[in-house]
């Protein structure tokens, strides 16, 4: 089976991002491996080694958000040009995971009905992840 999932970059802050994905998105962390834990523990600087090489959150209905620290050496640029969509069964559910991860973040288009489904809102989180959130999806 062919499954798209996002894998996003962060730059030293990635165990705190996806633990708090985890508590918001009512996942599972079921990997969180920094560079110290992992089989290239010994080719790492000792300085970056607590950066995130690989994390997986499991989410409720089977899918998957993967993360990671970007490389030291490579200049961190930021998420750019994608946002995460994510739906949800009923507007309350979308509105509170809504409020949770824009705390902190900036809210770039206000929880509004639209044609797509009865509330539609659009954020960037505190750790510069690019969020859309849909409750109750209509089929268009």
Known sequence: MTQA???????????DA?????QVLHGKLEVLMSGADS?????????????????RLALPGGGLLYG???PAHV???????VAIAIDFATV?????????LSAGGQV????????WAKRFGMLTDRFGTPWIVNGEPIAV
């Open 5 to 15: 999932i996002a894998y996003l970059a962060f730059d030293g802050n990635c165990a």
């Open 18 to 22: 996806m633990r708090f994905y985890e």
């Open 39 to 55: 089989p290239m523990a010994a080719m790492i600087p000792r300085e970056f080694a607590h950066r995130i090489l690989h994390a």
């Open 68 to 70: 990671g620290d970007a």
């Open 75 to 81: 200049p961190y640029e930021g998420i750019k040009g």
């Open 92 to 100: 309350a559910e979308a509105e509170a995971v809504f409020a949770a």
């Open 108 to 115: 770039t288009m206000p929880m509004n009905p639209t044609f």
